[in-house]
């Protein structure tokens, strides 16, 4: 025997004359009964358990992470673009013969008709503006007023369809529409009267007085955007161009388009219609900042829970090792009789990528199920935790979001089969390149 017999043992004539088909049945047969083979017989089922749970929690992490996540950006976008204008057009400001600097648009109507001609624009509204204080029931507050038509109210989505309405918007030319927060603020409901006063009031002979008057309030609306029903009250038009000494004229004309997303795709078209001496300011131009501070959190949880799945991956890896080490008898014998490298490192492959598939599609079920009803989970949460969980003055909208999105949920499953995959092929192939011989010599 020559002096290098041992050492080409694996290349000599008890290797198989032909090459089996990559994860042949027995291959599969192999791994299976390895995986649910007892710590007794060399086996390592309880860290193969451990394995799943640990990959199933992680990828049920991440998704339920990224739904809630959606779900937030979802939500933040929806009441912005639905409860205020996708883009406000204004005057570029004109000097009057006082000193005062005005933005008024006198012709607005004109200009309207020329913003809502742009293809893809949904409506262009006139409106007046102000910021005045707002009593009712011994209270006070600070509120914003905006002067709108019956009609134009009713085309902006979240007031055509509220979270909450109470009383009748069809008398909107009767009174006033407030939002939910400021009506809790007032201590005010449908049919009560409440004063605003402006310090921009009537002009007399020893100055400026203050403008008090008393509306009714016929209608309360919650958008479920906390800053919006905390200040906002809507006023007729007309009656906003006399209380705010805007005779003839408007303050801006607010714009929504069809795809409020590729708003940039519209700003040079609406500065073409509308004419010179306009400025344009964007939903993104207002909430850019924002959007941009959730995307950077959205990767930076991203990266986080990664990670975690990292973590619940390298079980499989020690789980593998130690499986290998049980085996190596086996291992031997596999391939005493034929078997190749490739074989043994695809059963091993098998044992991991197993766990890791497992893991993973019952992380992903776990994962929607949680997305989907949220509701019930955070109600649970929420009794539990004797209530008060949800804060909107804290977080600006009404309700827990979750929102299930394909790419999220590819995401998650393909980095989770990534890392299972990625972690078995260490262990896998130190189990292919094991020496039959040593494998044997003790045995």
Same mark, same amino acid.
């Given at each position: 025997?020559?002096?290098?017999?041992?050492?080409?043992?694996?290349?000599?004539?008890?290797?198989?004359?032909?090459?089996?088909?990559?994860?042949?049945?027995?291959?599969?047969?192999?791994?299976?009964?390895?995986?649910?083979?007892?710590?007794?017989?060399?086996?390592?089922?309880?860290?193969?358990?451990?394995?799943?749970?640990?990959?199933?929690?992680?990828?049920?992490?991440?998704?339920?992470?990224?739904?809630?996540?959606?779900?937030?950006?979802?939500?933040?976008?929806?009441?912005?673009?639905?409860?205020?204008?996708?883009?406000?057009?204004?005057?570029?400001?004109?000097?009057?013969?006082?000193?005062?600097?005005?933005?008024?648009?006198?012709?607005?109507?004109?200009? $309207?008709?020329?913003?809502?001609?742009?293809?893809?624009?949904?409506?262009?509204?006139?409106?007046?503006?102000?910021?005045?204080?707002?009593?009712?029931?011994?209270?006070?507050?600070?509120?914003?007023?905006? %002067?709108?038509?019956?009609?134009?109210?009713?085309?902006?989505?979240?007031?055509?369809?509220?979270?909450?309405?109470?009383?009748?918007?069809?008398?909107?030319?009767?009174?006033?529409?407030?939002?939910?927060?400021?009506?809790?603020?007032?201590?005010?409901?449908? %049919?009560?009267?409440?004063?605003?006063?402006?310090?921009?009031?009537?002009?007399?002979?020893?100055?400026?007085?203050?403008?008090?008057?008393?509306?009714?309030?016929?209608?309360?609306?919650?958008?479920?955007?906390?800053?919006?029903?905390?200040?906002?009250?809507?006023?007729?038009?007309?009656?906003?161009? $006399?209380?705010?000494?805007?005779?003839?004229?408007?303050?801006?004309?607010?714009?929504?388009?069809?795809?409020?997303?590729?708003?940039?795709?519209?700003?040079?078209?609406?500065?073409?219609?509308?004419?010179?001496?306009?400025?344009?300011?964007?939903?993104?131009?207002?909430?850019?900042?924002?959007?941009?501070?959730?995307?950077?959190?959205?990767?930076?949880?991203?990266?986080?829970?990664?990670?975690?799945? /990292?973590?619940?991956?390298?079980?499989?890896?020690?789980?593998?090792?130690?499986?290998?080490?049980?085996?190596?008898?086996?291992?031997?014998?596999?391939?005493?009789?034929?078997?190749?490298?490739?074989?043994?490192?695809?059963?091993?492959?098998?044992?991991? $990528?197993?766990?890791?598939?497992?893991?993973?599609?019952?992380?992903?079920?776990?994962?929607?199920?949680?997305?989907?009803?949220?509701?019930?989970?955070?109600?649970?949460?929420?009794?539990?935790?004797?209530?008060?969980?949800?804060?909107?003055?804290?977080?600006?909208?009404?309700? /827990?979001?979750?929102?299930?999105?394909?790419?999220?949920?590819?995401?998650?499953?393909?980095?989770?089969?990534?890392?299972?995959?990625?972690?078995?092929?260490?262990?896998?192939?130190?189990?292919?390149?094991?020496?039959?011989?040593? $494998?044997?010599?003790?045995?």
């Amino acid at each position: 025997m020559s002096p290098n017999s041992q050492t080409d043992y694996s290349h000599n004539a008890y290797a198989p004359s032909g090459r089996t088909a990559p994860f042949a049945r027995f291959e599969w047969m192999i791994a299976w009964r390895y995986l649910r083979a007892r710590r007794s017989e060399g086996g390592i089922s309880v860290m193969t358990l451990i394995s799943l749970i640990g990959i199933a929690l992680a990828v049920f992490a991440l998704i339920a992470t990224l739904a809630v996540r959606a779900g937030f950006r979802f939500e933040f976008v929806d009441t912005i673009v639905g409860a205020n204008a996708h883009v406000e057009v204004t005057s570029v400001g004109q000097v009057l013969p006082n000193g005062q600097l005005t933005r008024t648009l006198a012709d607005y109507e004109a200009i $309207a008709a020329q913003l809502a001609a742009v293809p893809g624009v949904v409506r262009a509204t006139p409106v007046i503006k102000g910021q005045v204080m707002a009593a009712g029931s011994g209270r006070n507050a600070g509120v914003e007023v905006i %002067g709108i038509t019956a009609s134009d109210l009713a085309t902006i989505p979240r007031l055509a369809e509220p979270e909450l309405s109470l009383g009748d918007r069809d008398r909107f030319d009767e009174g006033l529409a407030i939002g939910s927060g400021v009506a809790r603020q007032l201590g005010v409901g449908v %049919g009560d009267r409440i004063r605003l006063i402006s310090p921009n009031g009537v002009q007399t002979a020893f100055g400026t007085s203050p403008r008090v008057k008393a509306y009714e309030v016929v209608h309360i609306f919650q958008v479920g955007r906390w800053d919006i029903d905390r200040v906002r009250v809507y006023m007729p038009f007309a009656e906003a161009q $006399a209380y705010f000494n805007r005779a003839q004229v408007a303050d801006a004309i607010e714009v929504a388009v069809i795809e409020p997303e590729r708003i940039d795709d519209f700003t040079l078209p609406l500065l073409s219609a509308g004419g010179e001496d306009l400025l344009l300011w964007t939903w993104k131009d207002s909430s850019g900042a924002f959007l941009r501070a959730l995307q950077m959190e959205d990767n930076i949880m991203f990266v986080i829970l990664s990670i975690l799945v /990292l973590i619940a991956a390298l079980n499989i890896t020690s789980g593998l090792i130690m499986l290998v080490k049980n085996k190596g008898r086996d291992i031997g014998i596999l391939r005493t009789v034929g078997l190749s490298e490739g074989s043994i490192l695809r059963i091993f492959f098998i044992c991991g $990528a197993s766990v890791g598939v497992v893991g993973t599609a019952i992380g992903v079920v776990l994962g929607c199920l949680f997305a989907i009803y949220i509701d019930p989970v955070f109600n649970l949460v929420n009794a539990v935790a004797g209530g008060g969980v949800w804060d909107p003055s804290i977080r600006y909208i009404s309700a /827990l979001p979750a929102r299930l999105e394909l790419g999220d949920v590819l995401s998650a499953v393909a980095l989770s089969l990534t890392l299972s995959f990625g972690v078995t092929i260490f262990p896998a192939r130190r189990a292919a390149r094991m020496n039959p011989v040593e $494998a044997l010599r003790y045995e």
